[in-house]
């Protein structure tokens, strides 16, 4: 079955360190993306990426680092500087970037930090 | 800046219909994205609308007004299951996809 995963689905971590959320999609779509949902809030976009060893920041990249070393991953890696990392991390993938195309989600990653 | 408003919340009775509006301003305008979100899991898609009019989808239907920067989705025979939020998202000149903070619906029997 083609689709987006993401591990793990509850993640807790201390203040102070770094944490990489995974996300691997098989439906050969060229574009990821990383989002952040708080409570009462929209999606806002961390990072994103059209490209293999491409990527670009987004409304949110502070705090936060990406790679896209192969089409199929794209992990997130939450940094000490960020400054309040819990939150519900949702990846997102579709095809070429720059037309219409749907972006499917993964089931997320509820981040606490202690 | 950019925005899209949507109503907080709304409640509906199972087997009637509901509407929730969208109102955007946006850089830009490349269609308009309507998705389903369950407490605590991914959004998944529901309607696309880039050009104005209703495009009707079994009990889900998706209208745009471009001159008005205005959607609404329209849920009818409501049931129970339908009990989420909707998200608006309109994609802008970047091709980027702007989101409102979701209409959490409640459907009562």
């Known amino acids: 079955d083609g689709g987006i995963t993401q591990s793990p689905k509850y993640l807790f971590r201390k203040e102070g360190q770094n944490v990489t959320l995974s996300c691997e999609q098989n439906l050969n779509h060229d574009a990821m993306y990383w989002y952040r949902q708080d409570p009462g809030q929209g999606l806002r976009l961390i990072y994103y990426?059209?490209?293999?060893?491409?990527?670009q920041k987004g409304d949110i990249a502070e705090g936060y680092s990406v790679s896209r070393e192969k089409k199929e991953s794209f992990p997130l890696t939450v940094t000490s500087a960020q400054k309040n990392p819990t939150a519900f991390y949702l990846c997102a993938s579709s095809g070429l970037a720059g037309s219409y195309n749907e972006q499917f989600f993964g089931p997320g990653t509820r981040l606490t930090v202690l | 800046g950019q925005n899209i408003d949507q109503p907080t919340e709304m409640t509906a009775t199972e087997g009637a219909i509901v509407q929730i509006n969208c109102t955007y301003q946006t850089s830009g305008f490349n269609g308009l994205f309507w998705y389903q979100q369950h407490a605590g899991e991914a959004p998944t898609f529901l309607s696309y609308n880039v050009l104005d009019g209703l495009e009707e989808k079994g009990r889900f239907s998706s209208f745009l007004s471009r001159s008005k920067g205005y959607s609404y989705l329209l849920l009818k025979e409501l049931q129970m299951k339908d009990s989420a939020s909707y998200l608006c998202?309109?994609?802008?000149?970047?091709?980027?996809?702007?989101w409102g903070a979701g209409t959490k619906l409640i459907i009562k029997p």
């Open positions: 998202a309109v994609m802008d000149s970047n091709y980027q996809l702007i």
């Open positions: 990426s059209q490209i293999v060893n491409d990527f």
